[in-house]
DNA sequence: CTAATTTGTATATTGTATATATACATTATT
DNA sequence: AATAATGTATATATACAATATACAAATTAG
C-alpha cells in the first residue's frame, strides 16, 4: 500500500530532473511494480531522498496524474490508479517516441558500443516488453 | 562528395532542434548513408531547407565534429570523416543511453502501443544494428 | 468544534538553455 | 587585391527548469 520506488536522477544528464524523476516511475507503473491502490511517498520525502525540491518531484506526479496513472489528493497524497490505457495511441506520440528509440541506438553506435551489445540490449527489452 | 541527407525536424517535440539535427545526421552517419569525404550542406543552405536559424544548425554540426564525425573548416564546409569509434566507450554515457532506451520503451507502453507492436519495432532495430 | 498538521497547489524569482540576429574571421577563387 | 562563400563569436530575447515561499484543503488531536 505504501511503496517506496527506487530511483535515481543524473545531475548531469541532459534531461530535466522532473521528466528523469516521472520516467522512472512510469518504468515502475508500466512495470507493475506499482500497482493501483500504492500510494507514493509524499513530495517532501521523495524530494528529500533525490535532493531536489519538493515542487520538482510534484511536477513529476502531475505529469504522471495527467496521463492518468496517478490521482492526486492533499492530505492523501499520490494514489496509483487502476488506468486503462488508451485505446487510440497517439499517432504524433508514438511516432516521436518510435524515431526517438532509433536516434538512441545510433547515439549507442556512434559512442563506439559493439553492435552485438546493442542488438542483446534491445532483444533484453523486447522479451521484457511482451512477458 | 556532395551529400543533402533527408532530415526531418519536429517543432512540437521537447527536443531541442539543433539536438534533432545532430541525431538525425548521426543517424545517416552511423548507418553509411553518409560516408567518409562526403561534404554536408553549408549551414545556411541546410538551415533555409530546414526553416530555421542557420547558427542552430552550426551547432549541431559542432555537436558532431565534437564527436569525432565531422572536420568543419571556413570556406570548404562540413566534411565526414574517417572516425575509428571510440575504443572504450564512456560507461556514464553508455549507462545514460541504455537507460533512455528502456525508458522510451515504458513511454511507448504508457501511450498504449500493444506491446507486441513494440517488441517488433525492438527487434526490427536490433537486426538493423547487427547488418 | 476548533486548532494543528500534513499533504498538494499556486505564484514569483532566479538561473540556464535555446534560438536568433548580427558582426566577424578565414580561405578559395577571380 | 577584391570578392564571395563559408564557419565562428558574441549579444539578446525568450522559454524552460528548479527553487523559495505562501496558500489551500482535509484529516486528526485536543
Redesign the interface.
Known amino acids: 500500500m505504501a511503496a517506496a520506488p527506487r530511483l535515481s536522477i543524473?545531475l548531469?544528464?541532459v534531461?530535466p530532473v522532473y521528466r528523469q524523476i516521472a520516467?522512472?516511475l512510469?518504468?515502475h507503473?508500466?512495470?507493475g511494480r506499482l500497482t493501483p491502490g500504492d500510494l507514493l511517498p509524499p513530495v517532501r520525502q521523495l524530494a528529500l531522498d533525490l535532493g531536489v525540491h519538493f515542487n520538482t518531484v510534484a511536477l513529476a506526479y502531475r505529469s504522471l496524474a495527467d496521463?492518468g496513472?496517478l490521482d492526486l489528493r492533499r492530505r492523501r497524497g499520490a494514489l496509483v490508479l487502476e488506468r486503462d490505457?488508451?485505446?487510440?495511441?497517439?499517432r504524433?506520440?508514438?511516432d516521436?517516441?518510435?524515431r526517438?528509440?532509433?536516434?538512441?541506438?545510433?547515439?549507442?553506435?556512434?559512442?563506439?558500443?559493439p553492435?552485438?551489445k546493442?542488438?542483446?540490449?534491445?532483444?533484453r527489452?523486447?522479451?521484457?516488453?511482451?512477458s
Do not use: F, Y
Open positions: 543524473d548531469a544528464s534531461a520516467n522512472g512510469r518504468q507503473l508500466v512495470e496521463e496513472w490505457t488508451p485505446v487510440a495511441p497517439q504524433d506520440l508514438v516521436r517516441l518510435l526517438r528509440l532509433s536516434e538512441v541506438t545510433a547515439e549507442l553506435r556512434s559512442a563506439g558500443v553492435p552485438r546493442i542488438s542483446a540490449a534491445l532483444r527489452l523486447a522479451e521484457g516488453v511482451e
